[in-house]
């Protein structure tokens, strides 16, 4: 029988996007190399495995459920993902003297430089200073811990070094993936949702509401603000986003916008996702958008032209401007003038299109990055 591995996260199956994709996808795959039990605020998606549902996101609450999974299920490996899950998992393997499980833990983001990034910039900076000295106080018990840490941004171990004056041997880069319905869309003759829109491009942006940080509404802001600019261009580009309501917008909105709302159903948003002609990460500097990178690679598995700016790209350094995408600045009139010259250009970006998806191919499904954190994982066995 292979080794025993617990997943702790903070997914939520009432919020399938953000940080709920990392743990789930790569908990789909790991089932090929471990026997895998799943902890996480909502489980009820998780159908390919046990799982248990803590439902608070109290640290005292996660803590009792870790060491119940400990008891019940005697793992050999706990892959703690985020600081949350991080720290239940490091206080309750010292409280049960566990010398037989080893701890992986995931840093997704690296919290205390968002926080940092964004405290001038937020309508309620005390709030978010708090938070960064809370992180940064939580995520340092688990750098000092001295256990593996995977990354899913490139940046992390440099930002642990200048933040901890620590550089650790144990720091693993290993990315998100993307889904292979998306890598695969197949061109069945479902009904263009944006008919009513045409002739106009269709520059489509994912922005749902997330949980605590504001990097998305960030992006929402910005995608309003570019498409005033182009609203004497209507008929040329349309803006849609996805994940959210007009309702929830208390400005006068543009003519040249629609919000969609949110998608459950996962075949519509890959419907939305085919019949757009443009994929639109429009995050200011200040949004520290980690989340970004898993709509960027949606994006380029998707096959459409991503135009970024370049804090919608962090932590996808091996995509370049002009071989895979287009860089726009940063301000929302930069991106705006960005999208007008590409939509009026298309078939000349198409080779960027078609170099992206290869790389997306080669190197970003997640059953590749599964097999990447199993490796590291296999390694930590005590």
Request: overall charge neutral.
């Amino acid at each position: 029988m292979g080794k025993r591995l617990l997943i702790v996260s903070t997914l939520d199956s009432t919020q399938p996007f953000g940080a709920f994709t990392r743990p789930f996808y790569l908990g789909q795959y790991l089932l090929k190399y471990f026997e895998v039990y799943h902890l996480g605020l909502n489980c009820s998606a998780v159908d390919y495995a046990p799982s248990v549902s803590v439902g608070s996101r109290s640290l005292s609450s996660y803590i009792r459920a870790v060491q119940n999974c400990i008891e019940d299920f005697c793992p050999d490996i706990i892959y703690a993902q985020e600081t949350l899950p991080g720290l239940a998992a490091l206080i309750s393997l010292t409280f049960k003297k566990q010398k037989n499980c080893s701890l992986v833990l995931d840093f997704h983001t690296f919290s205390a430089f968002e926080y940092w990034s964004r405290l001038f910039s937020v309508a309620n900076p005390f709030k978010e200073f708090l938070q960064l000295i809370k992180t940064y106080i939580a995520q340092g018990v688990l750098i000092f811990s001295g256990n593996p840490i995977i990354a899913a941004g490139e940046s992390t171990p440099q930002l642990i070094k200048q933040w901890y004056g620590k550089k650790s041997h144990k720091i693993y880069c290993i990315g998100n993936g993307v889904t292979e319905d998306i890598i695969n869309i197949k061109n069945t003759p479902e009904i263009d949702p944006y008919h009513a829109l045409r002739p106009a491009k269709i520059v489509v942006v994912v922005a749902p509401k997330t949980f605590q940080f504001p990097s998305n509404d960030m992006s929402v802001s910005m995608t309003i603000e570019a498409a005033k600019y182009l609203e004497n261009h209507q008929e040329k580009v349309h803006f849609v986003v996805i994940g959210r309501d007009a309702k929830e917008i208390e400005e006068i909105l543009p003519s040249n916008i629609t919000f969609v709302g949110f998608l459950p159903n996962r075949n519509d948003f890959i419907t939305h996702l085919k019949y757009a002609d443009i994929g639109l990460l429009p995050f200011p500097k200040h949004a520290v958008a980690g989340g970004a990178r898993n709509k960027a690679l949606d994006y380029f598995a998707s096959k459409k032209l991503v135009i970024s700016t370049p804090e919608g790209l962090r932590g996808l350094e091996e995509f370049h401007h002009q071989k895979h995408l287009l860089i726009s600045g940063d301000s929302a009139q930069e991106v705006a003038n960005t999208v007008l010259e590409a939509t009026l250009n298309l078939n000349k970006y198409e080779p960027l299109v078609e170099t992206a998806h290869s790389l997306i191919q080669d190197k970003y499904s997640w059953s590749a990055k599964a097999q990447m954190v199993a490796e590291v994982l296999l390694q930590a066995v005590k």
